[in-house]
C-alpha cells in the first residue's frame, strides 16, 4: 500500500525558506520518479518539481531558480527546499509518483506572507 507522508511546511514571510519532507513506503522507491504537486484554494493541484530516479529534475516555470527538489534513496525520502518564497506559492504541498499514484498523503500547508 502506497504512504506519502508530507511534513516542513508552515507560516513564513515572503522572501524566506521553507524544507519539506515526504516519507515514502509501500513501493520501490528508488526506481521511482517522485514530484511535489500544490494546489492553492479554487485551483487545481500542479506539478511543480519532479525528479527521476536518477536523480534528474525538472521544475515548473513558476519556481525555476527558487525551488530545489533532492531526494535520499536510503531513506525513502524526497525533499523540496522552497528559497525566496513568495505569497502565490502559498498551498498545501503534496508529494507522489510522477505520474501520480491514486491516492494521496495529507499534504503540508505553506503560507506565505506578505
Known amino acids: 500500500q502506497v504512504q506519502l507522508a508530507e511534513s516542513g511546511g508552515g507560516l513564513v514571510q515572503a522572501g524566506g525558506s521553507l524544507r519539506l519532507s515526504c516519507a515514502a513506503s509501500?513501493?520501490?522507491?528508488?526506481?521511482?520518479?517522485m514530484g511535489w504537486y500544490r494546489q492553492a484554494p479554487g485551483e487545481r493541484r500542479d506539478l511543480v518539481a519532479s525528479?527521476?530516479?536518477?536523480?534528474?529534475?525538472n521544475y515548473a516555470h513558476s519556481v525555476k531558480g527558487r525551488f530545489t527538489i533532492s531526494r535520499d534513496n536510503a531513506k525513502k525520502t524526497v525533499y523540496l527546499q522552497m528559497d525566496s518564497l513568495k505569497p502565490e506559492d502559498t498551498a498545501v504541498y503534496y508529494c507522489?509518483?510522477?505520474?501520480?499514484?491514486?491516492?494521496w498523503g495529507q499534504g503540508t500547508q505553506v503560507t506565505v506572507s506578505s
Open positions: 525528479i527521476t530516479r536518477g536523480g534528474s529534475t
Open positions: 509501500g513501493f520501490i522507491f528508488s526506481i521511482a520518479a
Open positions: 507522489n509518483l510522477d505520474p501520480p499514484f491514486r491516492s
